[in-house]
Every structure is written in structure tokens, then in C-alpha cells.
């Protein structure tokens, strides 16, 4: 049982794969191709929160 299945492994799902574990949710990726366009080819990912002071969910859901 999974908490959150996210459906393709690129930019975006990886990155909601990354939030979501970080955040003790239970989470599946499936991809039937190939995973990861760019971010395959980086050896590290941080998330973009902490590089925001005070920000909110609100404020970065504005931003995107």
C-alpha cells in the first residue's frame, strides 16, 4: 500500500517523488520509459524550499 503513485519519472515527477518522501509519505514512481530526462544525468537533487526564505505553499504554487 502506497500513500502517493505518481504516474512518469521525469523532471516533475521526480521532483514530487523527492517532496513526497521527504515528507514520510510512502511513494511509488512508475515510468515505462526511460527515467529521468535531465535529472538522470545529475548526481544531486535538493529541493528548491529551503533556497526560498518564509516561503508558502501558497506562495510557491503562485510562482510556478
Do not use: F, H
Request: aromatic share 4%; proline share 3%.
Amino acid at each position: 500500500m502506497y500513500d502517493i503513485i505518481i504516474i512518469g519519472a521525469g523532471l516533475a515527477g521526480i521532483s514530487t517523488g523527492i517532496y513526497a518522501m521527504s515528507r514520510g509519505q510512502k511513494t511509488v514512481i512508475l515510468e515505462k520509459n526511460e527515467v529521468g530526462e535531465l535529472i538522470g544525468k545529475v548526481s544531486t537533487v535538493l529541493p528548491i524550499t529551503p533556497l526560498l526564505k518564509k516561503a508558502t505553499q501558497a506562495k510557491l504554487l503562485l510562482k510556478s
